[in-house]
């Protein structure tokens, strides 16, 4: 397996986990309500579970991981805005942008 399905399989799986937890996880529950999106929590779970399945079945459906590729980026993008709105610190901020770059790693060599 090359590095860039390894890139995918990683991402996916945690898509698919942050998803889950976004419905079951206390800790989840409290960083949601930190964030101002207590109400879009189960939205944004929903949409990280069915983008981490997508870019899963996207190794397989090329037209799958451009779309769920390109929603990672967006869901990133406004992570990252979040956190800097309501002032998190680096640390905090980095796993978004890791994904926002790895999402962006995705759909770059797949277009």
Do not use: H
């Amino acid at each position: 397996m090359g590095i860039y399905n390894i890139i995918i399989v990683f991402t996916s799986i945690s898509f698919i986990a942050y998803g889950i937890n976004s419905f079951i996880s206390n800790k989840m529950i409290l960083e949601f309500r930190r964030w101002g999106l207590e109400k879009r929590r189960k939205e944004i779970g929903s949409f990280q579970l069915a983008c981490g399945i997508g870019i899963l079945i996207g190794l397989k459906l090329n037209s799958v991981l451009i779309f769920s590729s390109a929603i990672l980026i967006i869901m990133m993008l406004v992570a990252v805005y979040v956190r800097l709105k309501i002032k998190d610190n680096i640390s905090e901020i980095l796993p978004a942008l890791a994904y926002l770059i790895l999402g962006i790693i995705i759909l770059q060599n797949t277009i």
